[in-house]
């Protein structure tokens, strides 16, 4: 039986994190999808599945898969729908593919939710 981890802090979300540093895309896009299958689906943690979606999504952009970075982006926002880097990341690839509406729309989301964030900092 397969252990479920919590988090992703999996020792596979790891060596995607290190992966993506060594600028090898494949091997995290293999680390992150095994680490995403064994997260648990503990609601208090979806920001962590939420945040292995997006790294994925950065490796995806590397190799110029853009589809597959919006549909992980996507799948991010479904578990934390304020996830700024989900928003950044999907912009960029709706940029890449010249969808320059859905990349504003995008971008205007990451400014609003991130001076929201910035106010309720001052606070």
Known sequence: MKEKYPDCSSPYGHLATLYIKEQKPDSAIDNLTTSIALMSKEPLLYHNKAAA??????????????DLAIVDCDSAL??????????????????MLRNSKFALSDFNQWILLDS???VKQEQ
């Open 78 to 95: 479904v578990y934390d729908h304020n996830y700024l880097y989900a928003y950044v990341r999907r912009g960029i690839a709706y940029g």
């Open 53 to 66: 979606y997006v790294d994925r999504a950065y490796a995806y952009l590397q190799l110029k898969k853009r």
């Open 116 to 118: 929201t964030a910035a």
